[in-house]
């Protein structure tokens, strides 16, 4: 089985803190994808990766970045915390190189930024 | 503009009472439509995926559709267990984007 996980259920950080979101894939998937979700407006996607050291943006990147060392670990960093910000934050990954196939997704992490 | 729109927002149904939810896309080149389940506060559980217009795949009691323009999950005799959130997605356009509907929130009332 696919294996996504998050490094924090839950997480509560202040106002202008640096927030550090770790994704680990077990499937040596060569795409990564950082979403957040917000009731009434779906999914969107903030940052993905086809491969290590590669980025590109989504559709809401502003306040965010990423990293990619490693080709199983994405990680999302929110440069200074805002309120805008509160948020389910969804990593996924998937398989084959830019034909994106089906993402799997890990279980969440839940932020509150107060 | 590509969209992927899914009707209803929400569904109560009783148990056993079948029902379909729907995903309409417009899109150019659709490339794959997907189907997830997501439980409260947990990640999207893949379903399936459909690649070509007429293409069907089940699952228990899940069976999803595809047509040229919209695709249709049945949810036949469900039970409380199936209550979820259902999410569509689509790929599509010349950098394989994917794009997510809304959602639709399914309760199956014992």
């Known amino acids: 089985d696919v294996k996504v996980t998050q490094s924090s259920r839950y997480l509560v950080k202040r106002t202008g803190e640096k927030v550090f979101l770790e994704c680990v894939q077990d499937?040596?998937?060569?795409?990564m994808f950082w979403y957040r979700q917000d009731p009434g407006l779906g999914l969107r996607l903030i940052y993905f990766?086809?491969?290590?050291?590669?980025?590109e943006k989504g559709d809401i990147p502003e306040g965010y970045s990423v990293s990619r060392e490693k080709k199983e670990r994405f990680s999302l960093i929110l440069e200074s915390a805002s309120t805008n910000q509160t948020s389910m934050y969804l990593c996924?990954?998937?398989?084959?190189?830019?034909?994106?196939?089906?993402?799997?997704f890990g279980p969440g992490t839940r932020l509150l930024v107060l | 503009e590509d969209q992927v729109t899914q009707s209803p927002e929400a569904l109560r149904l009783q148990e056993g009472e079948s029902s379909s939810l729907n995903c309409s896309y417009t899109?150019?080149?659709?490339?794959?439509l997907f189907w997830y389940r997501q439980d409260p506060g947990k990640g999207p559980e893949f379903l399936f995926t459909?690649?070509?217009a007429g293409e069907e795949k089940e699952k228990e009691r899940l069976k999803a559709t595809l047509t040229k323009k919209e695709s249709f999950l049945h949810i036949t005799a469900p039970k409380p267990e199936d209550s979820a959130t259902y999410l569509c997605a689509v790929q599509a356009g010349r950098d394989d984007k994917i794009i997510f509907g809304k959602g639709t929130r399914l309760h199956i009332l014992p």
């Open positions: 899109v150019s080149g659709l490339r794959g």
């Open positions: 459909l690649y070509s």
């Open positions: 499937m040596d998937h060569e795409n």
């Open positions: 996924a990954s998937s398989p084959q190189g830019r034909n994106q196939e089906t993402q799997y």
């Open positions: 990766s086809y491969d290590v050291k590669m980025k």
